[in-house]
């Protein structure tokens, strides 16, 4: 990987600080969570709102030991601020991932879909960013659509478990 990749990808702040050349020198693993933690960010703010709920969504999904939460939150304040839109920032996930691991990619997608959901609110725009995302990692509509029918089809199942078990109390 060169430098030259990482040069004006993500601006972060007015100082002109790039988060892709602020950690060049990290991992490709370390990288690559970096980049997920910004894609899950942008999601997240997708719908006017980032709430304290998708969060600890966000933290709950990547593994880290407590020692390491703040520098995941210290990331996410970092995305937050980002004005890019969050296609440029899966352009450069994918072009770091090349075609190595499409796994991963279809597990970002998964990662988009729970935290789209996380809040209780499922917007179009946060629908636009997942399907553009997805269209960018190149997976393929069907995927997507069965994806998002899985999930349908788990919350629905949450729904009518949480109405079914609500007691009435008669006071």
């Not at 593994?63 to 004005?83: F, V, Y």
Request: proline share 2%; charged share 30%.
């Amino acid at each position: 990987m060169s430098i030259h990749f990482f040069q004006n990808v993500v601006s972060l702040e007015k100082s002109g600080i790039c988060m892709w050349e602020k950690y060049r020198h990290e991992s490709q693993q370390t990288i690559c969570i970096i980049g997920v933690l910004i894609l899950a960010t942008k999601l997240c703010k997708a719908d006017g709102h980032f709430t304290a709920q998708e969060e600890i969504e966000i933290l709950k999904i990547i593994p880290h030991e407590p020692q390491q939460k703040n520098s995941l939150i210290r990331i996410m304040e970092e995305a937050n601020k980002d004005t890019n839109p969050i296609e440029h920032d899966a352009r450069n996930l994918r072009k770091l991932l090349k075609d190595e691991h499409p796994e991963f990619l279809e597990f970002i997608i998964a990662v988009l879909y729970r935290l789209a959901h996380s809040d209780g609110v499922y917007s179009v725009a946060e629908d636009e960013d997942i399907r553009e995302v997805a269209k960018i990692f190149d997976i393929k509509k069907s995927f997507l659509n069965y994806l998002i029918f899985y999930f349908n089809k788990l919350i629905s199942k949450f729904k009518n478990l949480s109405q079914s078990r609500k007691v009435k109390v008669n006071a």
